[in-house]
């Protein structure tokens, strides 16, 4: 069944042009070509990847951020509450005003008890700064890394400037084994970003950052796989040249260097608007879609490849209208404002703290004599319960 399996998943008209197979991209007389089992090696560079990263966080970059004056908030501990931890985890981080008046009766606790420990509780889910500039610093380590050793390779391919020129001879493209390992590289570290993204800060675009991974996968794996290795560093090098420049503006962002963040944030800003919403669509797209079919008609290949990048190319439009967002902060406050992809800590106000408690709740009603709940939220809510019940109308 396997065998089967492994025939039907291979069949040439699924990966190359009319007219080519598999034999004729067998090594032969000194030349060597891409194989998709080349891409297997992927996975141990992805693991030794995350361990690599692990260690740089840990004895790198966290005493780099120390070292920059990154501190983290001290955040205020709640007592432990069993009611209030179930509700939590599987109820929402946020009551309404009605159900947070239920649970403080519950609890025996004032309503601004409860409050606050939401708070808190919300506050400990909540990445440290410390914790964002270490993924920031590794991720830039990465970029700068894969931006420099991918300019190395392919300046002086003519094909990076002219990207018709990556379909000459196509598939019949001998392997550049700088190539190879460069596209090794960003497979696995792309896989590695998978595997850790149940560890990874989660931030408001978080689905969209998996959608991305996902599509870089198969993208990075489809093209060697199908010898388009051309187009595809080209897509790649069009990412790093913006990537390391977010990761720096996010990095120094964490920091007092607030000058610097806000000029790194201007160049990736058109950076990105010239390779991702220009140069991508109008050279890369266009010429997948017309370019690679002059010499060959359109396959199943053609098809799955081009999808992939509209995918990326809506992902494109998606950020740069969030950068855009940030732009008009930038514009109107004069520096770089948090990232509105991320959640602000809450912080206990003095003046919460300050206010001394108000009677607890029993059943809905306040204890003693006096009035039965005196402020705020906590009197509009608290008023149309009773026992735990709305009041007949």
């Known amino acids: 069944m396997l065998l089967s399996l492994n025939e039907w998943l291979w069949q040439e008209r699924y990966w190359l042009p009319p007219n080519s197979t598999w034999a004729q991209l067998e090594d032969r007389d000194g030349l060597v070509f891409a194989h998709p089992h080349h891409m297997l090696a992927a996975l141990?560079?992805?693991?030794?990847?995350?361990?690599?990263?692990?260690?740089?966080?840990?004895?790198?970059?966290?005493?780099?951020?120390?070292?920059?004056?990154?501190?983290?908030?001290?955040?205020?501990?709640?007592k432990p509450n069993p009611v209030l931890e179930k509700y939590f985890l599987r109820m929402g981080q946020r009551p309404v005003e009605t159900q947070m008046v239920l649970l403080a009766a519950q609890c025996g606790l004032t309503l601004r008890q409860t409050q606050r420990w939401f708070r808190r509780r919300r506050n400990q889910d909540r990445p440290r700064l410390s914790k964002k500039f270490c993924e920031a610093s590794w991720r830039f380590v990465f970029y700068v890394c894969s931006f420099v050793g991918g300019?190395?390779?392919?300046?002086?391919?003519?094909?990076?400037?002219?990207?018709?020129?990556?379909?000459?001879?196509?598939?019949y493209q001998t392997l550049n084994l700088?190539?190879?390992?460069?596209?090794?590289?960003?497979?696995?570290?792309?896989?590695?970003?998978?595997?850790?993204?149940?560890?990874?800060?989660?931030?408001?675009?978080?689905?969209?950052?998996?959608?991305?991974?996902?599509v870089a996968v198969g993208l990075i794996g489809f093209s060697y796989s199908s010898n388009l290795l051309r187009i595809g560093s080209v897509v790649l090098l069009l990412h790093d040249c913006s990537d390391y420049l977010l990761e720096a503006c996010k990095m120094f962002n964490y920091t007092h260097f607030r000058r610097l963040c806000n000029i790194l944030f201007i160049i990736f800003s058109l950076v990105f608007f010239y390779t991702r919403l220009i140069f991508f669509p109008t050279q890369v797209i266009y010429s997948t879609l017309f370019d690679s079919i002059k010499s060959s008609g359109p396959f199943f290949g053609y098809y799955y490849f081009n999808v992939l990048l509209v995918m990326l190319q809506i992902l494109h439009v998606y950020w740069f209208y969030l950068i855009l967002r940030m732009i008009c902060?930038?514009?109107?406050?004069?520096?770089?404002?948090?990232?509105?992809?991320?959640?602000?800590?809450?912080s206990d106000s003095s003046d919460d703290e300050a206010v001394p408690e108000g009677p607890q709740l029993k059943n809905g009603m306040a204890q003693g004599s006096g009035p039965a709940i005196a402020n705020g939220l906590r009197s509009r809510a608290a008023g149309r319960l009773v026992n735990g019940h709305t009041q007949a109308t």
Not at 151 to 171: K, Q, V
Request: charged residues 25%; contains cysteine; hydrophobic residues 50%.
């Open 329 to 346: 902060n930038f514009l109107r406050k004069g520096q770089m404002g948090k990232d509105i992809r991320s959640d602000v800590e809450e």
């Open 178 to 214: 700088a190539l190879y390992w460069w596209y090794l590289m960003e497979l696995g570290f792309y896989i590695s970003l998978l595997i850790t993204l149940p560890f990874d800060i989660k931030r408001k675009d978080f689905k969209e950052q998996v959608v991305h991974h996902f």
């Open 44 to 78: 141990p560079v992805a693991l030794v990847l995350v361990a690599m990263r692990i260690i740089f966080e840990r004895f790198v970059a966290l005493p780099l951020s120390r070292w920059m004056g990154i501190q983290d908030q001290i955040r205020r501990q709640m």
């Open 151 to 171: 300019i190395s390779i392919l300046y002086h391919e003519p094909w990076l400037w002219t990207p018709a020129l990556c379909w000459e001879n196509y598939p």
